[in-house]
């Protein structure tokens, strides 16, 4: 797999996250929405929102250098109010789908925010079963899932706590081991490859 990347928006990346939210809301609500007049696919107010939500960060995810996806990841959270914080939009190209591209960006972004979170999914969106294993996975302690509406929709609300990931001890360089050693190499070293 080709690197994954996760950054927060810049200027130059907003055309393209503005395109790829036509794929995004297509991909989510099929025949619910029409495309306006312009071309754009889905209601002018929800690309506007989407833009200038209170509390916004906006990432955008590459792979190999490509584009693959976008996140929106907002505090205060929708349904939980300032006491958490919510991924409030998330896609990533069909292509790069059950590759581990996904997980890596949600767990990388419930690591740049621990604490409280909220992720609610529309109850028809099959990306519920995702989320219920990213999120078990990265929770720390109890998991709560509810229902809730907004409207005309459902959604699938899964409330959970995060913690920061340990700290990474420091590379230690292939020189400076063998300095540790004396200069001896290890005997796995010169082993060569396994039979196993």
């Not at 996760?6 to 794929?23: E, F, G, Q, T, Y």
């Not at 696919?41 to 989407?50: C, I, K, N, T």
């Amino acid at each position: 797999m080709a690197r994954i990347t996760l950054r927060p928006l810049r200027s130059v990346d907003v055309a393209i996250v503005r395109r790829l939210l036509h794929l995004y809301l297509y991909d989510l609500g099929g025949e619910r929405w029409d495309v306006e007049a312009d071309g754009a696919y889905g209601p002018p107010g929800w690309h506007r929102r989407f833009w200038r939500r209170r509390g916004s960060h906006h990432f955008i995810v590459r792979v190999g250098g490509r584009p693959a996806g976008f996140a929106l990841v907002r505090d205060p959270a929708d349904f939980a109010g300032t006491d958490a914080t919510e991924i409030s939009e998330f896609f990533v190209l069909r292509k790069y789908r059950r590759r581990g591209v996904g997980t890596r960006v949600a767990r990388a972004l419930f690591a740049r925010f621990p604490g409280r979170w909220e992720v609610a999914v529309i109850t028809w969106n099959p990306a519920r079963r995702f989320w219920r294993s990213v999120i078990r996975r990265a929770a720390v302690g109890r998991v709560v899932a509810r229902r809730r509406r907004r409207g005309d929709l459902t959604f699938v609300v899964w409330y959970f706590t995060t913690a920061r990931p340990p700290a990474r001890a420091p590379a230690v360089s292939r020189a400076a081991r063998r300095r540790r050693s004396g200069g001896r190499r290890s005997r796995s070293a010169g082993a060569g490859p396994s039979s196993a």
